[in-house]
């Protein structure tokens, strides 16, 4: 395997559990039994006529369970045709723990070969592999046993990790142990609104997050020892955040903000770390709320919403330019392993990509080491708790045919690649 740690990686990146289909974790569980409610939900909020009436609409259930999703599980080799003719030179990718294993300690030889040919497919194709092992979805065996709030998962977890490093040490070399620990645990834990659903449970959120990073660090270890040479990096969630007005009570709420959301789980594996791996979606603008009304009890936040994402995300590719310029801090290599856009109708994805690598070159210029961009995602995929409705991809899926149609803005995206890189 070549290293090539230097060359700038182009591409876009994918979860198993939101594009590959016939997953059974505690995810697939959940959507069973929430869909329903999730769909009522929805029903009480307005919505504009094109999602309203895609397919499927937020209004139907089965927007709300991941199913056959976008079947990448079968059709791996179409969709990296498909990044490759886009011009990606390389694709982040996560592998699901409860196919490799389904139960404590069973191995599955068949999902191994699996996803060793889905690697060797991107290899065969000149598309560097960055390699998640666990992007939010948890086997059943472990979340039975109550998950992240136990150490034994850290455990388990470990082993898992270990049989993976063995089984693809000479095909990859760009490894990310967890996706977005923040998000898991705010979402999860204090949002209530990601399974295991515990809303404001600070303590358990907190021994979570320790488990979390311990999981980190050990995942670290047991890599290098595994393969020496392998480059592991976290996956963060950084949001840019700034004071709605500018009060003395705003700004410090943003500066302890800032902290807990975007630096305190970096700052505490930092040594665990050979790159940074950033991802960026929105920006908020953080506002006192002396009644206790605001999304966090005292803090709410207020966006202008001048530009929105069909998620209502407020637009400000700028917070691109801060959150790199605070991680170069860390002194490693940094790479936007997730940056994209909600936009159905593909109406504002080209300018938020351009915008986005714009204040990214600005902090390139100024000595920020970014060595790599990954947009999200290739595909449509599974957004979570929101179902199919939000359109991420470079890629459209018409989940009635499951055919892949190419958005222009894709198109767009592979000439800025070339531009930049020449060919
Ligand atoms: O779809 C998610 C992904 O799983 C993790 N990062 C953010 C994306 C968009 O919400």
Redesign the pocket.
């Known amino acids: 395997m070549q290293k090539d740690e230097k060359k700038f990686f182009w591409g876009a990146?994918t979860?198993a559990h939101?594009v590959e289909g016939g997953n059974t974790n505690d995810w697939s569980l959940w959507e069973k039994k929430h869909a329903a409610a999730l769909a009522k939900k929805a029903s009480t909020r307005e919505w504009p006529e094109h999602l309203l009436h895609a397919y499927p609409s937020p209004l139907e259930e089965q927007n709300y369970i991941s199913g056959r999703a976008c079947d990448h599980y079968h059709r791996y080799e179409e969709d990296f045709d498909i990044a490759k003719s886009l011009g990606h030179n390389a694709h982040r990718l996560s592998i699901e723990w409860s196919r490799i294993e389904p139960e404590e300690g069973k191995f599955n030889e068949k999902e191994i070969e699996h996803y060793r040919q889905v690697i060797k497919a991107l290899r065969a194709r000149g598309m560097e592999p960055f390699v998640t092992l666990w992007?939010?979805t948890n086997p059943l065996w472990v979340a039975k046993r109550g998950g992240w709030e136990r150490k034994e998962t850290v455990r388990a977890f470990l082993k898992y990790v270990e049989r993976v490093t063995r089984e693809y040490k000479d095909l990859v070399q760009f490894w990310m142990p967890l996706?977005?620990p923040g998000?898991f645990v705010g979402m999860s834990y204090i949002q209530g609104a990601f399974p295991p659903q515990k809303r404001l449970a600070f303590f358990t959120a907190n021994r979570v997050f320790k488990n979390l990073m311990r999981a980190h660090r050990e995942t670290y270890s047991v890599i290098h020892q595994i393969a020496p040479e392998a480059r592991v990096g976290i996956s963060h969630?950084a949001v840019y955040m700034m004071p709605y007005e500018d009060t003395l009570l705003n700004r410090w709420l943003v500066r302890t903000l800032d902290y807990i959301r975007n630096w305190r789980f970096l700052d505490s594996v930092d040594d665990a770390n050979d790159f940074i791996g950033i991802?960026f979606?929105h920006t908020d603008r953080i506002k006192f709320s002396p009644l206790f009304n605001g999304r966090w009890g005292f803090i709410d936040v207020k966006n202008e919403n001048t530009r929105v994402t069909d998620?209502g995300w407020d637009v400000y590719p700028e917070g691109m330019y801060y959150l790199i310029k605070r991680a170069a801090q860390y002194k490693k290599p940094i790479y936007v392993t997730?940056n994209?856009i909600?936009d159905a109708k593909d109406i504002m994805r080209t300018q938020f990509i351009h915008d986005h690598l714009s204040w990214m070159q600005k902090g390139i210029v100024e000595g920020v080491d970014v060595r790599g961009y990954f947009y999200?995602?290739l595909l449509d995929?599974?957004?979570?708790d929101?179902g199919f409705w939000?359109r991420?991809g470079l890629v459209e899926v018409d989940y009635h045919t499951l055919e892949r149609r190419v958005r222009k803005s894709a198109w767009d995206f592979k000439k800025i690649i070339e531009g930049e890189s020449g060919t």
């Open positions: 990146a979860s939101q992007h939010w996706n977005e998000t969630y991802q979606y998620m997730e994209g909600a999200w995602s995929n599974f957004e979570w929101k939000p991420f």
